[in-house]
C-alpha cells in the first residue's frame, strides 16, 4: 500500500531536548515536505526536499533541521525544542516532473513542548 | 507571494443541506487549484483538483471550478452527509514554475448533524 508514515504519532517533551520526527514514503518520490498545522493558521510549509541531498526552507524553518540521506526517508529535528513549536506535524511526497503531481501527506505527528 | 483565503467556520448544517465554502487565491504564475479534506485525527488527502482555467474538479459529490476571472475556487456539494464532517483546506501551488509548494488556506470546519 502507496503511504507516507511518520514516527511518532504522539509525543510530548521538555524544552531544550533534543528530538526526531521520522517521516518516511515507499512511493520512491522526489519530493518530500514538512508542514506544521497550528489553528488558526492552516498548514505552513517548514522545510522541503528535491531529491537526496538537496533541501531547502519553506516559510517558517527558524528552530528545524531536515536531513535527506535516502530517498524514502527525511526526518525532521529539532535541536532545540520551545514551546512555540508545540504543533501538529504533517510530512508531505510527490512525484516532481513536468505535470501536476499529487501530494500524500502522512497521518501527522502532534508535539507539545513543556 | 501566492496567497488562500478561504471562508472562516465552523460550518454547521443539517444533513442533505447545500454547502458551499468560498476560497479566492492571489498567485503570480498559473497554480494548480485543490482542496484537501483532513476527518478527525487523520492527515490530508486530495478531496479534488483543477489545473487550468475553466477546469471543473469533483471527487464523492464535491465539485469546485477553477474560475481565473475571479480568482475563484468555491467548495460545493449539493446534499451534504454526518460522514462529511471534516475540516477543508483549500490550497495551491505553481507547479508548472517548478514549486511543488502547497499554499494553505487556514482551513474549514464543517459539522453536519443528523
Known amino acids: 500500500e502507496a503511504q507516507v508514515t511518520q514516527n511518532p504519532r504522539y509525543l510530548i517533551t521538555v524544552t531544550g531536548k533534543k528530538l526526531t520526527v521520522t517521516c518516511s514514503q515507499n512511493?520512491?518520490?522526489?519530493?518530500m515536505s514538512w508542514y506544521r498545522q497550528d489553528p488558526g493558521l492552516g498548514l505552513r510549509q517548514i522545510y522541503y526536499?528535491?531529491?537526496?541531498?538537496?533541501?531547502d526552507k519553506g516559510d517558517v524553518p527558524e528552530g528545524y533541521k531536515v536531513s535527506r540521506k535516502e530517498k524514502r526517508n527525511f526526518p525532521l529535528i529539532l535541536e532545540s525544542p520551545s514551546p512555540n513549536q508545540t504543533s501538529l506535524y504533517f510530512c508531505?511526497?510527490?512525484?516532481?516532473?513536468?505535470?501536476?503531481?499529487?501530494?500524500?501527506f502522512g497521518p501527522g505527528t502532534r508535539l507539545t513542548v513543556t | 507571494g501566492n496567497s488562500v483565503t478561504q471562508m472562516e467556520g465552523p460550518v454547521t448544517l443539517s444533513e442533505e443541506a447545500f454547502l458551499t465554502i468560498n476560497c479566492t487565491y492571489t498567485?503570480?504564475?498559473?497554480?494548480?487549484l485543490f482542496w484537501y479534506v483532513q476527518y478527525p485525527g487523520e492527515g490530508l488527502q486530495l478531496l479534488l483538483k483543477a489545473t487550468k482555467a475553466d477546469d471543473k474538479g469533483s471527487n464523492k459529490g464535491f465539485e469546485a471550478t477553477y474560475r481565473k476571472e475571479t480568482t475563484s475556487f468555491h467548495l460545493e456539494k449539493g446534499s451534504v452527509q454526518v460522514s462529511d464532517s471534516a475540516v477543508y483546506f483549500c490550497a495551491l501551488s505553481d507547479q508548472g514554475a517548478g514549486s511543488y509548494q502547497l499554499t494553505f488556506g487556514k482551513g474549514t470546519k464543517l459539522s453536519v448533524i443528523p
Open positions: 526536499s528535491m531529491n537526496v541531498e538537496v533541501t
Open positions: 508531505a511526497s510527490s512525484e516532481i516532473g513536468g505535470g501536476y503531481y499529487e501530494q500524500y
Open positions: 498567485a503570480t504564475g498559473y497554480p494548480s
Open positions: 512511493m520512491n518520490h522526489e519530493y
